[in-house]
């Protein structure tokens, strides 16, 4: 996730509250102190519990005389307009009062977080550091952009996810979902068009859903979602632009964040929903929210944990303790087995100065600073980035480089590559449950079945 202005930063921070594991649905009302600006004023998703019919759940909203505005991913649960002249606020005590009600809370705002022969490889660091400069516009090539990260450019030779090892074993993801919810993708962009996902047996010709204009035209209208995918899955070795960690992908486009890179609750929980119903194996998240608890969030994030899904998330950019604060999706890492909660790292692979931390929240790190990747504008069109959003989709390439190596192995497999075989540095050590970085070659060594072995039964 691209980090914020000043004054973004302190509008957030005013959310943050001291943090522990989210509590369970039905052990007690959710507490409401959320600010105006970090909730969609006028909503409301109320949870219902599994014994109330759909009778019961109608005759709910009668009484509180309000309209239903969607159903979503979740059995039971709802997005609902408010009116009758009640806050949010207002509107969520009511229905916590009502015994057939699991939870109500508010709908939240989240923002976007962000050795092959293609000309701009040795621009991308992450993946392969030869110490290299990362400059703003080599001559002749197509990129626009900006380096802003100067503390650790150039960078130590050596110090990357070495996947140009991994690349030595597998280099194609294509049988592997990857669900990027997000702000979109370009689809159409060079480097990422041969990747995308394909829909058209579900009828779904642009690669995926749009579930903030409810169509299925997902276009990134930011440029972040389209930065995310081509770390995981730029195609390699086509003479254009970079690579991503899988030269071969199958990326799925799930626009939930608006042209402005913010998104809500009601999209996340459709656009995860989206991603388990189309058999994505791998879901990338680089976005940050900072509310109390959001319950309708975790819920759908086990239910992906229930469908085997490695769900791979952003630490965030405002330098935080994720233990001592809430910081969502992350923190779900305290509670379901799949996420894996990504801090960023930098060229000299310290930790950077903008990625929030957690010696039980954060997972793991990863490059994150000065990140050349695809962009929005026109199909040629590259940049660089910094955020634990660009961190997190190396994560998830190598989450996908396995998953495609050892087909057979589940979530906690993937997990458990990914944390045990990762390269440790000291300036992770304490602040990350891990103290490593991702290492895509250890982490296929890690799980590669033996071979050469006998048996012989007696």
Known sequence: ????????????????????????????????????????????????????????????????????????????????????????????????????????????????????????????????????????????????????????????????????????????????????????????????????????????????????????????????????AGTIGAVGDNGKGVAGVCWKASLMAVRVLDKYNYGKTSNFVDGIGFAI?????????????????????????????????VVVVCSGNFALDADQQNVWPCNFSLDHGNVVCVAAIDQKDRFAYFSNYGARTVTIGAPGTNILSAGIGGDDVYYVNNGTSMATPAVAGVAALLRAHNPLFGYPDVVNAITESGRWIPTLAGITRTGKVVDAARALAFIEAPTGLTARVE
């Not at 119903?277 to 994030?301: F, L, T």
Request: charged share 20%.
């Open 1 to 228: 996730m691209k980090p914020f202005s000043a004054a973004l930063a302190a509008l957030l921070l005013s959310m943050v509250l001291p943090s522990g594991p989210a509590n369970a649905a039905g052990n007690g009302p959710l507490p409401f102190d959320d600010p105006p600006g970090t909730y969609v004023p006028g909503e409301v998703i109320v949870k219902f519990k599994a014994s109330a019919t759909p009778q019961v759940r109608r005759a709910a909203f009668a009484r509180q005389g309000h309209a239903i505005l969607a159903e979503l991913r979740v059995p039971g649960m709802a997005r609902v307009r408010v009116d009758g002249g009640q806050t949010v606020e207002q509107a969520i005590a009511a229905y916590q009062s009502d015994p057939d009600v699991a939870y109500a809370q508010p709908n939240y705002i989240y923002q976007g977080a962000r050795a092959p022969l293609d000309p701009l490889f040795g621009q991308v660091w992450g993946l392969k550091n030869t110490g290299q400069t990362i400059t703003s516009q080599p001559p002749g090539s197509p990129l626009r952009y900006d380096v802003n990260y100067a503390g650790s450019n150039p960078g130590t030779p050596g110090m990357d996810i070495d996947v140009e090892a991994a690349w030595n074993t597998i280099t194609d993801c294509s049988k592997v979902v990857v669900a990027v919810i997000d702000s979109g993708i370009n689809y159409t962009h060079e480097d990422l068009a041969a990747n995308m996902w394909d829909g058209r047996e579900w009828g779904l010709p642009h690669h995926g859903w749009d579930f903030v204009d409810a169509n299925d035209n997902p276009m990134d209208q930011h440029g972040h979602g389209t930065h995310v």
């Open 277 to 309: 119903d189309h058999d994505a194996s791998v879901i990338n998240m680089s976005i940050q929210g900072y509310n109390r608890r959001d319950q309708a969030y975790a819920d759908v994030i086990e239910e992906a944990r229930q469908n085997d899904i």
